[in-house]
Structure formats: C-alpha cells, structure tokens
C-alpha cells in the first residue's frame, strides 16, 4: 500500500525504540522503503503517553525465544512502545489515531488511505 499512499501525497514514517544501527538493520532486513526513525529510550513515545514496560514473565520469554530487547533499545528498561498509526494533516495536526495494547491489532493500510482521502 505504500505505493499508493504516496500517490495521496503523504509520506509514511516508522519511529522505532531500537538503536539507529538496529533501526535500520531492519528497515534493510525487510526491504522497507520508507524512512525508519530511531526513538532512542523512547522519548517521543513517552510524550505521546504509550510507553509501556514489559511484564518480568514477558522478559522470560523473549529471552527464551532470543528476543534480545535490552540490547536492541540500547538500554535495560525493557519499555517498548504501544502500537500506534497517526495520520497528520499538512497543519501537523493529528486528525486520526490508531492504538490498541495488542499488538498483533494495527491499523489496515486501507483504512489508512480512507483517512488520507478524508483530509
């Protein structure tokens, strides 16, 4: 979809608490296109209020599975970022978001781009 959000003139920009260097390991990881930001001890998240810290048994098991958290956010605080999408108008006003504390729940690229038509 992120062809055709461009089309509508908008730009898409991911903001991630990992390491630059991890930020954009991924972004190449997953061929992403667009730009990826780093949001080193999530400090733009914090002001957005979305930060979150991990469950002790949630740590467990990332570091079961390998996920390394710690070492990827740069820090021992284990907070990560609720997901979230904002569509912000031309003003740099927000005029829709999108959160939910599942994270496997995230805004369609469809209803994205009916958002993006509504401006």
Do not use: C, W
Request: without cysteine; proline residues 5%; negative net charge.
């Amino acid at each position: 979809m992120y062809p055709a959000i461009k089309e509508a003139g908008a730009s898409l920009i991911a903001i991630s608490p990992m390491l630059p260097d991890n930020s954009l390991s991924m972004a190449e990881k997953h061929g992403l296109t667009f730009d990826v930001l780093s949001d080193k001890g999530n400090g733009v998240a914090a002001q957005y209020g979305i930060v979150f810290r991990l469950a002790d048994e949630m740590i467990k098991l990332y570091d079961k599975f390998g996920l390394d958290v710690a070492g990827a956010n740069g820090d021992q605080s284990f907070e990560l970022p609720v997901p979230a999408t904002y569509v912000v108008n031309s003003d740099r006003h927000i005029t829709y978001a999108f959160l939910d504390v599942d994270h496997t729940l995230r805004m369609e690229p469809a209803d994205i781009l009916v958002q993006l038509n509504e401006l």
